[in-house]
């Protein structure tokens, strides 16, 4: 199963520098995020951490909270952590569904959003995306032993802005 992913288009609206029209309306309303800030900085260092289902746990209690506007995000970055859970238990289905879904959700959050840069996380999502796409399914659990004794990086990371 190949899932297609188109680069995402951002609308620009004159006057804010260049920012798309997400951004921008959230930087003209004034609209604020409700985010819990320690929760939200706990969950990404269980992601870095590889510790993906605390970091779902605890990223789910923020996103089932969060204002409207937030709401992709949390679950985006959540979509990404359990396809990281699955891919740790040689599960390809799972792992490429969520992960596909997470990039999508957190597409639109780039460059930048709360202080994380979105970017980097989709762009090496991305990359993981293809990169199970092109590995048989059987032969997962094979794949995923191989890149950790060769000290490759499997996993994606959260990195701030």
Excluded at 39 to 48: A, L, P, S
Excluded at 108 to 128: A, C
Aim: charged share 20%; proline share 3%; aromatic share 14%.
């Amino acid at each position: 199963m190949w899932v297609r992913m188109k680069q995402p288009y951002y609308p620009k609206v004159g006057g804010l520098g260049g920012l798309n029209l997400k951004t921008q309306i959230i930087t003209v309303l004034g609209i604020t995020h409700s985010m819990d800030s320690f929760r939200f900085w706990q969950g990404i260092e269980q992601f870095n951490q590889g510790d993906f289902y605390a970091c779902h746990d605890t990223l789910e209690a923020i996103w089932m909270e969060a204002i409207a506007v937030d709401r992709n995000f949390y679950q985006g970055i959540l979509q990404i952590a359990v396809s990281c859970y699955h891919l740790e238990n040689y599960n390809w289905r799972g792992a490429v569904i969520l992960l596909g879904e997470g990039i999508r959700r957190i597409q639109d959050y780039q460059p930048t959003y709360h202080d994380i840069d979105v970017s980097h996380l989709w762009q090496q999502s991305y990359q993981l995306l293809q990169t199970l796409q092109q590995v048989d399914p059987a032969q997962l659990d094979t794949f995923v032993e191989e890149q950790i004794l060769k000290g490759e990086k499997l996993f994606p990371s959260i990195q701030k802005s």
